[in-house]
């Protein structure tokens, strides 16, 4: 099917990027609301409330991930930059895009024509040759700063200044031909010699400026790096965190499990007696207690550790609610059992997948009631849907 007018991209339908590009926005929140209801309406006494929608339906990603490729033109091999088709046969050289920031696309072309300019070829996952591999872009919506990652298959690039002038020249002159008011703050390098679809590697390098954007959620101040997570749309950001602490009180002792650089965990702070976040990477606990002593934020502390281990360990503390924001597989079995063995009244579980939503539900619901879920629409025009649900004894 043909996408709206207002929806329109050329390279639709044959990017894997939007597969519900097709259908007009209010159409999809009716589809995804439909969704939810099928897929918990089992659920005996379970709320299910109305889809919070985006308040930005489009270009509203501030990060994006592209990987390099090359096509044939008669006998030349010409570098491409951008997603994979649906078959996953190669890599669509990527002119427009529907969800991503324009800025972002901008960069992405800059550091294409670079590419290009510079004979630097693609890397070839057959045989584990060729230098670029991906470029990460984030960009912070408060501050209008941008970062730029290009992800590489070795460290060892000769004339690397000369490379970084030029790069940094293009990406400006590409956002001032635009008349962006955006800034690149921060190149970057980083190497990934694996041979694997993980996307980052453990080495990074800068090459200008810094390594972090600026960003702010409400009145707190955050620095984003390139691997740290957060939520890649920043208008929904407050929504989403606001069905969380409307459920707390300023007697609440909060547990926030897999807090990544402490978002949560600070934005529920000033609502809550004590908050203790748990998360087992070390680079973001150390943003995180950063971030709590930049706000000035002092009843929140952190625990390094897998969320398996040091979840007893809080739990052992005086606590009565416990937000949990996994990755997309859910809660380990083991996790879910010292949650259903604990004296904690109530869980706030945040979800960016509702398979194993439901999967953890079914667990969760033998020692606690599952009072709602609100679906938050973080991402039109995909079929990924956020969710925040209630579980009280």
Not at 310 to 322: C, F, G, R, Y
Request: with cysteine; charged share 25%; aromatic share 8%.
């Amino acid at each position: 099917m043909k996408p709206p007018a207002s929806q329109s991209c050329q390279h639709y339908p044959e990017c894997a990027g939007c597969d519900r590009l097709h259908i007009g926005y209010e159409k999809q929140l009716q589809h995804k609301q439909e969704e939810i209801e099928k897929r918990f309406g089992g659920f005996k006494g379970l709320e299910i409330r109305t889809i919070v929608k985006s308040p930005k339906e489009q270009m509203y990603r501030h990060k994006v991930q592209l990987p390099f490729g090359h096509r044939k033109i008669g006998k030349k091999t010409v570098l491409t930059l951008g997603l994979h088709n649906k078959e996953n046969t190669f890599i669509i050289d990527q002119k427009e895009c529907r969800i991503q920031d324009a800025d972002l696309t901008t960069v992405a072309a800059a550091i294409r024509h670079w590419a290009r300019v510079e004979n630097l070829g693609p890397y070839y996952e057959k045989n584990g040759s060729g230098l670029l591999r991906h470029i990460v872009l984030r960009k912070a919506n408060a501050s209008q700063e941008i970062l730029a990652g290009i992800v590489t298959n070795t460290d060892e690039i000769p004339g690397r200044k000369n490379l970084t002038n030029s790069l940094h020249s293009y990406i400006k002159q590409f956002l001032t031909k635009e008349k962006s008011k955006a800034e690149v703050v921060g190149i970057l390098q980083n190497v990934n010699r694996r041979n694997t679809k993980v996307v980052l590697g453990e080495k990074e390098t800068t090459w200008y400026g810094r390594h972090f954007v600026k960003e702010k959620i409400g009145n707190l101040d955050f620095q984003i790096g390139l691997s740290t997570f957060f939520q890649i749309n920043p208008f929904q950001i407050e929504n989403l965190y606001n069905l969380v602490l409307e459920e707390l009180s300023k007697d609440s002792n909060v547990i926030d499990a897999y807090c990544g650089i402490g978002t949560i965990s600070l934005y529920v702070a000033a609502k809550s007696k004590k908050v203790i976040g748990l998360e087992e990477n070390p680079n973001s606990i150390r943003s995180a207690i950063g971030a709590a002593k930049a706000n000035g934020i002092e009843n929140v502390t952190f625990i390094k550790g897998k969320v398996l281990h040091s979840l007893q360990t809080a739990l052992n503390e005086k606590s009565d609610v416990v937000i949990l924001d996994p990755p997309r597989e859910g809660l380990d079995p083991e996790t879910k059992k010292i949650l259903l063995n604990s004296k904690v009244n109530k869980i706030l579980y945040v979800s960016c997948n509702p398979e194993t939503l439901r999967r953890d539900a079914i667990e969760l619901t033998k020692n606690f009631k599952y009072d709602k879920i609100t679906p938050v629409d973080l991402f039109p025009h995909t079929s990924h849907l956020e969710s925040v649900s209630v579980f009280t004894r």
